[in-house]
T-cell receptor
């Protein structure tokens, strides 16, 4: 059974610091992996989607990498800002076909201090 | 363009009561999903639908029912509310795009069962 884990559960950094959020999954057979942002009391916003054949995706100050063989993904945030404070969740679609059924990690809550 | 709309935003139920969480999307997406999120946890899939008239169980379907009579609407029904169903419920939708599956989430419905 596919399981997704995010460590640490919480992270606090000073403004301007570059940081890395980690995501690990137990089964390398995934269709794709997504990173989401969740603000308190709000729904999820999709940040980046990496297909199983890709190694990384970039959007602005965000860069997500995928290493299927080791079952890991990282989300790199450059020059962090207080507005980046939120919970970040990763999720995978297990298997070789696009079932659309995401398996989520528990999330990492990020606080960027001014 | 409203995206995914969920109602109600908040609800308190007594044990044994029934209710329906409403979800509507205006993006003509075929795929729709219901997730629940318990405190400090990731999202877990309850039910999903790949089109009008087609629904299937997710990871945690017990105690819930769904229907999909139109492309736009995907209501989630709780028949006999239990304290274990206290959670935040998210509805999401996605288009049937081959090779990608970016989800659009609603803002969530917070349910408390006492």
């Amino acid at each position: 059974k596919q399981e997704v884990t995010q460590i640490p559960a919480a992270l606090s950094v000073p403004e301007g610091e570059n940081l890395v959020l980690n995501c690990s999954f137990t089964d390398s057979a995934i269709y794709n992996l997504q990173w989401f942002r969740q603000d308190p009391g709000k729904g999820l916003t999709s940040l980046l989607l990496i297909q199983s054949s890709q190694r990384e995706q970039t959007s602005g100050r965000l860069n997500a990498s995928l290493d299927k063989s080791s079952g890991r993904s990282t989300l790199y945030i450059a020059a962090s800002q207080p507005g980046d404070s939120a919970t970040y969740l990763c999720a995978v679609i297990a298997g070789s076909s696009n079932t659309g059924k995401l398996i989520f990690g528990q999330g990492t809550t990020l606080q960027v201090k001014p | 363009n409203a995206g995914v709309t969920q109602t109600p935003k908040f609800r308190i139920l007594k044990i044994g009561q029934s209710m329906t969480l409403q979800c509507t999307q205006d993006m003509n997406h075929n795929y729709m999903y219901w997730y629940r999120q318990d405190p400090g946890m990731g999202l877990k899939l309850i039910y999903y639908s790949v089109g009008a008239g087609i629904t299937d169980k997710g990871e945690v379907p017990n105690g819930y029912n769904v229907s999909r009579s139109t492309t736009e609407d995907f209501p989630l029904r709780l028949e006999l509310a239990a304290p274990s169903q206290t959670s935040v419920y998210f509805c999401a939708s996605s288009p049937t795009i081959s090779g990608a599956n970016v989800l659009t989430f609603g803002a969530g419905s917070r349910l408390t069962v006492l």
